[in-house]
């Protein structure tokens, strides 16, 4: 059975940082197409990042270059780093796996992450 | 970036009846288009891919229609379990999905 447990989120202040897990089960997680999806408090869901099986990566503009997702294939756990974290960041943040890039297959449950001073 | 707009917001429906929803793309994006479940508190679920695929478990009630830039999910008699958000995404662009705003399903 494929599970998806996300970990590390919180009340960080404005400009500080955080790192998100994604323990996986049931599955390879560099055999498959792993994302990052938030969605903001009342809000829609927002793609921010994927992970190749690969290696390769991407990001949405409003997060590239201050959040850096990657995997490790020994603890089979993705990761998310997010750096100079803005209140806009506030969100649940979605753990995604896909067995091709094109849509999501499952689901983590989420981690809420509050940006706030 | 393709822009997806979903109608209505709110579809206020009857146990029993049809519910449709829609979901236009800002341009054509062929048949790669996916819709989700979502329950209040709940992660998505996935319920049909290509457009018209239903995924793996998902009744038969459910089903997808459309391509190029207009696309309908159909429920064709509402159940009690599916009174949630409906999401549609496109993936013609990928890496970068983008997802439509939401349609809430309730009880009328």
């Known amino acids: 059975e494929v599970q998806l447990v996300e970990s590390g989120g919180g009340l960080i202040q404005p400009g500080g940082s955080l790192r998100l897990s994604c323990a996986a089960s049931?599955?390879?997680?560099?055999?498959?197409?792993m994302s990052w999806v938030r969605q903001a408090p009342g809000k829609g869901l927002e793609w921010v990042s994927i992970i190749y099986t690969d290696g390769t990566t991407y990001y949405a503009d409003s997060v590239k270059g201050r959040f850096t997702i990657s995997r490790d294939n020994s603890k089979n756990t993705l990761y998310f780093q997010m750096n100079s974290l803005r209140a806009e960041d506030t969100a649940v943040y979605y753990c995604?796996?896909?067995?091709?890039?094109?849509?999501?297959?499952?689901w983590g449950q989420g981690t809420l992450v509050t940006v706030s001073s | 970036e393709i822009v997806m707009t979903q109608s209505p917001a709110t579809l206020s429906v009857s146990p029993g009846e049809r519910a449709t929803l829609s979901c236009r793309a800002s341009q054509s994006i062929s048949s790669n288009l996916a819709w989700y479940q979502q329950k209040p508190g709940q992660a998505p679920r996935l319920l049909i891919y290509?457009?018209?695929t239903r995924a793996t478990g998902i009744p038969a009630r459910f089903s997808g229609s459309g391509s190029g830039i207009e696309f309908t999910l159909t429920i064709s008699s509402l159940q009690s379990e599916d009174f949630a958000v409906y999401y549609c995404?496109?993936?013609?662009?990928?890496?970068?999905?983008?997802f439509g705003q939401g349609t809430k399903v309730e009880i009328k």
């Open positions: 995404q496109q993936y013609n662009n990928w890496p970068r999905w983008t």
């Open positions: 290509g457009a018209s």
């Open positions: 049931g599955f390879t997680v560099s055999s498959t197409y």
């Open positions: 995604a796996m896909g067995y091709q890039p094109l849509h999501v297959n499952f």
